[in-house]
């Protein structure tokens, strides 16, 4: 018999701890989102001593399972006695700053790949035209290759946003008191498994859903020229000027 009086109060304390979990996924979606478009611009360069890293990163951290990697950085970087000493130690010694960081490199590999398929399907032939009519290359850049990139790339990314919402539940084996995190502290009080991760998994499918249509409004917004017209709009024909067969 589930304990609803139990589950409402074991919702109130996850919900104290939801704070931390979107300051992990924002502070690992907008790192990585920079990191990949560094990642992607070495990726799509001419030059290979650029390109072959690029790929090397992207194999690496999409070949890898993101919790090895978390536990690397949690306990191996440390090891290290210039890693210690350096400026980056300030972001290491903490699990917050480790589980950032990791979380940040794994997505910023998908990322880059979501971002290079979104450049591939950019029509060579807008690139001409923009080149055509006096364009320079940021121009072309800022008003044509960006923005259909953009929209090719959302529905993907917003896949790759939904999975990194989850992939901070990884977070809570570094002791980063998390919703996960909290949650196994209830459970080892309560042994309450079932309770405790129904509430948990509800927060999360609640936290994925506003993801997932926080994107759809973007790429919605995005698309205009792809939205069904009204009848009788201009350039959308009424049945008195449509052409009669």
Known sequence: MI???FMSDTLLK???ALPTT???FFSSLALGLLLALVVVAMRVSR?????YPARFYIMLFRGTPLLIQMFLIYYGLGQFPAVRHSVLWVVLKSPYGCAVISLALCTAGYTAEIIRGGLQSVPRGQIEAGQAVGMSRWTLLWRVIGPITLRQALPAYSTEAVLLVKSTALASLVTVWDVTGVAQQIIQ???????VFICAALIYLVLNFLVVRAVAWVEHRLSPHLRERPLG?????TPETAPHS
């Open 189 to 195: 009080r309560t042994y309450r498994t079932m309770e």
């Open 22 to 24: 979107l300051t992990l």
């Open 233 to 237: 709009a201009p350039g959308k024909p």
């Open 14 to 16: 996850l919900l104290g």
């Open 3 to 5: 304990d609803f009086a």
């Open 47 to 51: 030059w290979p001593l650029l390109s």
